[in-house]
């Protein structure tokens, strides 16, 4: 089951365990690319601690698994759980 909150710290630390990098921006948009297939991830702003909209967090759940780099949106949801459980 997916977690109702994860902060951007969090997702941004499983982006970059899963090969993203954080791309410049002129916005103030987060963007962050994985070369490897192509994938781009789109954010609002925000930062640390502050938290990631559920519908923000089902997306990149959904692009996650659309693009092969995770199996399926449990093993998403595992990754976080893992996060959290480190903090």
């Not at 951007?8 to 002129?26: M, N, P, R």
């Not at 994985?34 to 925000?46: F, M, N, Q, R, S």
């Not at 930062?47 to 199996?71: C, K, N, W």
Request: aromatic content about 6%.
């Amino acid at each position: 089951m997916m977690t109702k909150s994860l902060s951007y710290a969090k997702l941004e630390s499983i982006l970059f365990d899963l090969g993203f990098v954080s791309q410049a921006t002129t916005g103030s948009q987060r963007v962050f690319h994985h070369a490897e297939t192509d994938t781009l991830i789109v954010l609002p702003p925000g930062s640390g601690d502050d938290t990631i909209d559920a519908i923000h967090l089902i997306a990149v759940r959904r692009m996650l698994v659309e693009r092969g780099l995770v199996a399926d949106a449990d093993a998403f949801d595992a990754l976080v759980s893992a996060g959290l459980q480190h903090a």
